[in-house]
């Protein structure tokens, strides 16, 4: 028998965790083995419980974000989903550069949060797609793509597509940089998706700054 998810809640709450844990009932794979509405709360539940996931709020007493960095002193650490009200792009830095594996807004339906959950199990990042625009617009990463798991299979020409991408260019505004028809344009993208593992630009854009993925949206090149 498959090792069920052991999930910790962590929000100041009560119906907030309530919520959640009802939501999260609906999956077999899961199991909520602590709820806790403080930092020192999480600390001790991830110490006595060994959670596979953290769920966490951001704007708790002694904000989740001091959580993940003292998390960082642990010897086994969870991978942490921020869970908040809040759509604002400077917390999403800040959480992922501190160790989050996802940052969702407590607006998500049931379904999604579950899948959010077993996606970040197997390793990978998400970003809300509410939140996906405004974080790539921002100035902070659209002028410095880091180059993500997958890229060293890319050709000079696919990685110089990649860059425009992770700056929110279009194929139109690509085409004109590099000197290629739009055509031309969309020929790279195809294998240069298929490489990086993604499905649309969204994702192309945050993977190729090393740390998020949307793969639950699908666009078009």
Known sequence: MKKRTKIVIVDDHELMRRGLRETLSECAEFQVVGEGGSVAEALQLVKDQAPDI?????????????????????EIIPKAIMFTIYENVANVRECMSNGASAYVLKGVGSDELIEVIK?????KKYVCPELAAKFLSDPIHSKTPTLALGADTLTA???????????GESNFAISESLKLSVATVKHYITPLFRKLGVRNRTEAALKSLGFAEQPTRVDQN
């Open 54 to 74: 953290l769920l966490l709020d951001v704007n708790m007493p002694g904000n989740g974000i001091t959580i993940l960095k003292m998390l960082q002193n642990f």
């Open 119 to 123: 996606m970040v199990e197997k390793g």
């Open 157 to 167: 020409r696919e990685l110089e597509i990649l860059d425009l991408i992770a700056r």
